[in-house]
């Protein structure tokens, strides 16, 4: 690693993190979660870095969650030790690795079906463990998920029989808060995610299943899903970072998003065309929620990224711009998560400073 | 590496190359440049692979074409000897690296202004070397590239006057080939890209400027423009795995396409809809040409992805579909180029067999 003070040093494109917007951003979930006495147990898979997860357990949260078995490994070999994988494992190879992550550290698994718990069970009585399952219900995400209270009492019933696994809780996600068209849309799912989780575990402690925990998704809808009494936990990711997504569902304004590119202008082939370095191997091509382009330049409302190629971003500004080639610019992407997963690293900024460069360890993981 | 010898033995999501159905393609892409008289410097950056780069020159070509100096480097690392930067360099860091490299190896770059050209020559005076140049001109996509064949003399006669860097040639690009509405809008596209080049290098040539290079781009509608008189060398990535978009387009049917994901279905929560192990970090959000949702089940013409999240792709069956949790499919991503830049290897595959794992060496070198 190059020793770089500046970030003008940095050569783009490059991802810097504002650590000051970072750490505000984790702070102000930490105390919304502990408001409303809630766990903060934040998805890791919008960073995949370690440095970041240490300032949110530093924060207060118990552990973190991830996507995948992969993601879930390095952060265990990076001394992280209490971890849920939000994911429905299946095969051999995956109940081994499962089991062998839960010989090192504490680690719950979700699941949504009798097939993936039998293979779990089957692989951890062969290790003489037990694996602590959360069963997902789908909150109207769909996605994953039991369809209803009863498929999730069925299922319940069938682990009491079954070696090495222990029902410890339900998960729900408000994925398709996406789709509200505003800020109290994103409330209401918020609250309905939480009232479904709370009353299907209502009805299973009737029958007798103590389910103690009742985990909850997503940065927008999140915080409100808290609110309602019975959760236990919520998982918020992208909030760490925000985004151009985010500042459009109303979780934060545009000058609170920590993560940005840094870009050169490399071509003006016309008086409203620049063409930026950074492309959709560099941001990725996810579309914002109610928003053309590919994000948003901090400190130039009126440049549109309008189209990117693989390595070219086509930016369109007012005719008259002064914008030679070689201006750097800073753009904050629609989407954190997939875009922190195109980069090997990072750099942790404060103003323009450089601090330290941090490798986004668990990139590409996708097993 | 582990050592696996059928593909029911990796785990998933995992990138699958059918080696047979890549060297066909390999094949038949450089038989369309002998046969039109040019060559085939194919774009690695869809690949970023060195056995696949052998692969290339094994059948005839020349070298290869990159967008990123990071991509030059590794594929220099590899061996590879002689290698066409399509991309507007800028930056003292990246021009020191440009000397470096030509001083290993034979380099040419692309430029469309005279600062690039500037900062090329200010440093390749400073190293004692030249550096061959060609200048790119907009065919039309509205990307990077000079506006007019005035803009391009210019440019050329005060490249006379600079020190350290020589004029080879012209670089187009057909990439609105995209927009055609077929396989004949395409054809037009490529001649038109063709006689563009071509006429603006009889406008040079008549300025007594040598150009001898005359390089197209694209894989749809490069072989179209090799067939117009002048035209030198073409520059197709996508051809060697091709993908449901160069399908859409015209280049391959699907089963000439040789990049599948293999994905598990992971769970089944209605009659409908089946999720699989692969989301928007497995095979990025890019859309197909003219086609909803996210690649196709090869098989299961029935089966339509129709939402990624990061790491779940929602998939509509028909009701009655026979698709257990455990099932694993193989996907044609809608862009291979940003599919492949996701993962950090792939196996090589034929029919069941894995041959070899080969790694993404260039993967992530937005740099």
Chains 1, 2 share one sequence.
């Not at 090997?344 to 360890?361: K, L, M, P, T, Y």
């Amino acid at each position: 690693m190059v020793s770089v003070t500046n970030i003008a040093e940095l050569e783009t494109p490059s991802l810097l993190i504002d650590v000051d917007r970072l750490d505000a951003n984790i702070q102000r979930m930490a105390a919304i979660a502990k408001a409303a006495g809630v766990d903060l147990r934040p998805h890791a898979k919008t960073h995949k870095t370690p440095e970041i997860g240490r300032m949110q357990l530093a924060a207060g949260s118990p552990g973190l969650t991830v996507a995948k078995l992969g993601e879930a490994e390095m952060f265990a070999d990076k001394g992280f030790d209490n971890l849920f994988i939000a994911y429905p494992l299946w095969g051999e190879q995956k109940w081994e690795r499962l089991c062998r992550l839960a010989d090192r550290i504490t680690v719950r698994v979700a699941a949504d079906s009798l097939e993936v718990v039998e293979g779990i069970s089957r692989t951890a009585a062969r290790h003489g463990i037990r694996i602590r399952v959360r069963l997902e219900v789908d909150s109207g995400a769909g996605r994953t998920g039991l369809q209803s209270p009863e498929q999730v009492l069925e299922l319940a019933r069938r682990m009491e029989s079954l070696p090495g696994v222990d029902l410890v809780g339900l998960m729900g996600y408000g994925g398709h808060s996406s789709a509200a068209p505003d800020i109290d849309g994103v409330k209401q799912i918020g609250f309905q995610e939480g009232r479904h989780l709370v009353g299907i575990a209502e009805m299973l402690r009737a029958k007798g299943f103590a389910v103690p925990e009742l985990t909850v998704g997503g940065t927008p809808s999140g915080p409100y899903a808290a609110q309602i009494k019975g959760v236990t936990e919520i998982r918020p990711g992208t909030y760490v970072f925000s985004d151009r997504t985010e500042v459009v569902m109303g979780w934060s304004n545009l000058d609170q998003c920590a993560l940005t590119v840094q870009v050169t202008v490399v071509s003006r082939p016309t008086a409203t065309r620049a063409i930026i370095d950074g492309g959709s191997k560099t941001f990725s091509s996810d579309a914002a929620v109610r928003s053309p382009g590919f994000g948003v330049v901090r400190g130039h409302p009126d440049f549109s990224i309008v189209k990117l190629n693989e390595e070219h971003g086509m930016m369109e500004v007012p005719a008259g711009t002064h914008l030679p080639i070689g201006t750097r610019l800073q753009v904050i992407p629609n989407h954190a998560c997939v875009c922190m997963n195109l980069h090997d690293r990072v750099a942790a900024v404060r103003g323009d400073q450089v601090e330290a460069i941090w490798q986004v360890a668990g990139r590409g993981k996708v097993q």
